[in-house]
């Protein structure tokens, strides 16, 4: 079975004593017997465990009565397609550019945003809303952030998170896919992006953008947009200032270091608050925060073993399948070895972690 799985023996032993595909039968000499029921089941959970989920989500998977052999096939066709699709429209991007530079072409921004800006969220976006939504406690200082501003810009809006309700608001947001997912009866939103903002000069109280200036490609231009364009600016964005930054959360720390080659080009805290005029402040995360952002579990690491959490963080895609494999599969024996919990034992009664989201408030 083994063989024809191509899987070792002792992956197979494994998944027996936890329970996940067990041999319903022994031989005489004691070896595990795999039925034809047994064989679909141990595809289902090689299935699975292929396209990165973790093995406690595959248990679930598998273990729901309610889907059959079929619903299974028909599901894992579907991720298939969607993780191709994301897959194709990379490709496309970077044979465009390819293309491009061999033909001494300068490639321009937005071009080269095609591959990881506007046009990533055009081959991920479709993920987002399973986990990111307004955490209540970050929107809380936001909202105090904004004052009492009553026309609001919101650049790189998304699906309409930490809008507020209460104020006259445009959103502004370059992926179609993303659009297509605001709320009915959200702000009006239109497709443009920061580093080209089609309003008049002061056209709004303020600019707000959260948890988007590092896919722009040129974030100090998109920053200078906003001071332009609005009286005050707010931003949630990311403090890379401090030496040893990739340090302060552990996934980046022990799992994922090229997390620091995503931000490798990213401004300084310092610069961006200079360019908007801005003070910076820290925003804890909560320890249950509500928005599946990448810092967002650092208290419950199983969740990053969840495909459909990863698939909601842009960081995944960019740092591409190796990296992302690796981690995970690091991590899940962390966690069933208890190295991770040992490591991590002053985590467990914290209720909220700086780990370097910072509001500028300009
Ligand atoms: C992580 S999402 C954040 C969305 C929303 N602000 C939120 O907090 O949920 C990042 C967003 O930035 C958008 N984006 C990418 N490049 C952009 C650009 N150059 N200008 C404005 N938005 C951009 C993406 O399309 C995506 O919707």
């Not at 991720?79 to 044979?95: G, P, Q, T």
């Not at 321009?108 to 055009?122: C, F, K, S, V």
């Not at 890379?240 to 994922?256: I, K, N």
Request: overall charge negative.
């Amino acid at each position: 079975m083994a063989e024809l799985a191509g899987v070792s023996v002792r992956t197979l032993h494994h998944y027996d004593e936890i329970g996940l595909a067990r041999p319903s039968a022994r031989t005489a000499g004691g070896y595990r017997a795999y039925s034809a029921g047994d064989v679909e089941r141990l595809r289902e959970v090689l299935a699975y465990r292929r396209l990165g989920f973790g093995l406690r989500e595959v248990a679930e998977l598998v273990g729901d009565s309610s889907t059959d052999a079929v619903a299974h096939l028909r599901r894992l066709r579907a991720l298939l397609l969607e993780r191709r699709d994301r897959a194709d429209a990379m490709v496309a991007a970077i044979d465009r550019e390819l293309d491009a530079r061999a033909k001494g072409v300068k490639v321009t921004p937005e071009e080269q945003l095609e591959i990881l800006g506007a046009r990533l969220y055009d081959a991920i976006g479709g993920a987002y809303t399973a986990t990111r939504r307004t955490d209540p406690r970050i929107a809380a200082q936001i909202l105090d952030a904004l004052g009492d501003a009553r026309t609001v810009l919101n650049v790189g809006a998304g699906t309409g998170s930490y809008e507020p309700t209460d104020r006259e608001v445009t959103a502004v947001e370059p992926s179609e896919v993303m659009r297509s997912q605001r709320p009915v009866g959200s702000a009006p939103c239109v497709a443009a992006a920061a580093e080209s903002l089609p309003f008049e000069d002061h056209s709004f109280d303020v600019a707000m953008a959260v948890s988007t200036v590092h896919h722009w490609g040129d974030p100090m231009a998109g920053l200078r947009e906003m001071r332009r364009v609005a009286r005050r600016v707010v931003v949630l964005t990311f403090d890379t200032d401090e030496p040893g930054w990739q340090d302060r959360f552990w996934l980046t720390r022990d799992y994922l270091p090229e997390f620091a080659t995503v931000l490798a080009e990213f401004p300084s805290l310092s610069r961006m608050a200079d360019a908007i005029g801005a003070r910076a402040e820290p925003v804890p995360i909560p320890w249950d925060c509500t928005d599946g952002l990448f810092e967002a579990y650092w208290r419950r690491p199983g969740a990053y073993l969840e495909e459909h959490v990863r698939r909601a963080m842009s960081v995944w895609t960019r740092v591409g399948p190796d990296a992302e494999q690796r981690a995970v599969r690091s991590l899940s024996n962390d966690l069933e070895s208890g190295r991770w919990a040992e490591r991590n034992s002053d985590l467990a009664h914290l209720d909220t972690a700086d780990l370097g989201l910072r509001l500028l408030i300009g």
